[in-house]
């Protein structure tokens, strides 16, 4: 363990990830101005010879300034994420999500604890940070009850909000937001792809099984046996559950579920229905996939919040949006910057050039598209013990790797699924992760002196476990051809 206070330490010195999309943009722009005064070309494999554009020189400021707002206004996963957000964080600012998290996992039956668990940890990724604010604290509780160390219970349940995080058997708030950072670096090289919001649902529907069952079999082979030697605190604790009127006000948020995906599915079978046939580059019910889930999330959030009382006025309602979107404030912040970033490294024809290189380079190697995949999603995991953000490395690694991956006939959707796997199996070990402390704190409360060691050590085995199992099964999907969910293509035809 005497390697984790290096990497938070040198983790803590990094920049705020705006700071490093701020140092980043000024790097592009010395690298345009060096690049373009070398005389250095890149050959398109149309024949066209491509040259650096210097951002430095007077058409350079000129493009930058008169773009700006452009290239915010345009930044692909800005608006998708607002939307798909606004819908979500409502559901959970009503406390429709967590209360569901609460209803869920307070009737499972002992025997179901640890799979339940895990999959209710994986499916929390769609109620924001709710996995770790209900489920870790409720889970440690109902092992406690139960018998078993409530240690397990944390390790469990942070085991699938935290390493299984990029998976779910429904679509997330992720997906549109890597969607558009995948889009954005995939424009480099073809500017009419379009990168679907489901590129990457039936794989992550299937790691989602896969991992509540390597986690399953972790837990009872491994985690558990390391666990039972840990002196813990007999702290008394008291069974969560909901109260009536959070049950009424959840029963009615299901009946409007149950409407609005009837609504939903007619829309899109039906013959002249608004959502049936195909849309501009994919089918429309795909093509307006975070509308619908905007409205699948805020009607069941509304209702609930009206019946359990947490809206009494439109007034309520307006402050919770505005809430909403103020928790996103950093967000937006970080876009402003991340997508000047992007723009100019595209601008530059930086992008384009270090891609094809790259591109022609890895052909050069003749590696197996799975080793490509591997040594990527490897380079992810590392990186993520230094910047735990997902969004912030991944609108640094679209940009180079989406294009640089096309180049080999891998297509943008499995360079994301990719990045996914790599981003998510090491959370539960990275001192960078802002949902760390809580878990420390939680584990405090039944073991003294324990730290992030003590979290480390327990969290370990699933890395390793997930790690291995979501490698294996990127593989073997690849092998098998089949397309990693609606309109995400496994292969890019160069």
Request: glycine residues 10%.
């Amino acid at each position: 363990m005497k390697f984790l206070p290096l990497i938070e330490k040198a983790g803590n010195k990094l920049p705020d990830p705006t700071t490093l999309f701020v140092l980043g943009t000024i790097i592009v722009f010395i690298m345009s101005l060096c690049v373009a005064n070398s005389g250095w070309t890149v050959s398109h494999p149309n024949g066209d010879q491509i040259q650096a554009f210097n951002l430095m020189s007077s058409e350079g400021t000129w493009w930058l300034l008169s773009s700006m707002v452009t290239n915010f206004v345009n930044f692909p996963p800005l608006g998708i994420v607002l939307v798909g957000m606004l819908g979500i964080g409502l559901a959970e600012k009503t406390g429709f999500l967590p209360g569901l998290l609460q209803y869920i996992i307070t009737r499972v039956p002992g025997s179901l604890l640890t799979p339940a668990t895990l999959l209710l940890g994986i499916l929390s990724s769609i109620a924001l940070d709710a996995g770790y604010v209900v489920l870790v604290p409720i889970a440690a509780a109902l092992y406690h009850s139960a018998g078993r160390s409530p240690l397990l219970g944390i390790a469990v349940s942070f085991a699938g909000v935290s390493a299984g995080f990029s998976a779910n058997f429904f679509i997330t708030a992720l997906d549109p937001l890597l969607a558009g950072f995948t889009q954005a670096g995939a424009q480099i090289i073809d500017a009419d792809y379009q990168v679907a919001v489901t590129g990457n649902w039936w794989f992550m529907i299937v790691s989602t099984l896969l991992l509540t069952l390597v986690g399953w079999l972790v837990t009872e082979r491994i985690v558990t046996g390391n666990i039972a030697t840990v002196d813990i605190q007999q702290t008394q604790q008291s069974r969560a559950f909901v109260s009536n009127k959070q049950a009424l006000a959840l029963r009615y948020a299901f009946i409007s579920i149950a409407i609005l995906l009837t609504v939903f599915i007619g829309a899109t079978v039906f013959e002249g229905a608004p959502l049936y046939g195909s849309g501009k580059r994919f089918d429309r019910w795909i093509e307006v996939t975070v509308p619908l889930l905007f409205i699948l999330f805020f009607i069941p959030g509304l209702i609930f919040g009206i019946v359990s009382g947490s809206i009494k006025s439109d007034r309520d309602l307006a402050e919770m949006l505005g809430q909403v979107m103020a928790r996103l404030g950093p967000y937006i912040v970080l876009a402003f910057f991340a997508a000047q970033f992007i723009a100019a490294f595209s601008q530059s024809g930086l992008g384009q050039m270090i891609a094809i290189a790259g591109g022609q380079f890895l052909r050069s190697l003749n590696v197996a598209d799975s080793m490509l995949l591997s040594s990527f999603i490897v380079m992810v995991v590392m990186i993520n013990l230094l910047v735990g953000s997902a969004s912030a490395k991944y609108a640094f690694f679209a940009p180079v790797f989406v294009p640089m991956l096309m180049q080999v006939n891998i297509s943008p959707e499995l360079t994301q699924a990719a990045y996914r796997v790599g981003d998510s199996v090491s959370n539960v070990i990275t001192p960078m992760n802002p949902y760390m402390i809580i878990i420390i704190m939680e584990v405090r409360k039944y073991v003294r002196g324990s730290g992030l060691g003590t979290v480390v050590a327990m969290m370990l085995p699933y890395t390793l476990a997930f790690f291995i199992a979501w490698l294996l099964l990127l593989v073997i999907w690849l092998q098998t051809g089949l397309p990693l969910g609606p309109g995400g293509q496994l292969h890019y035809e160069y």
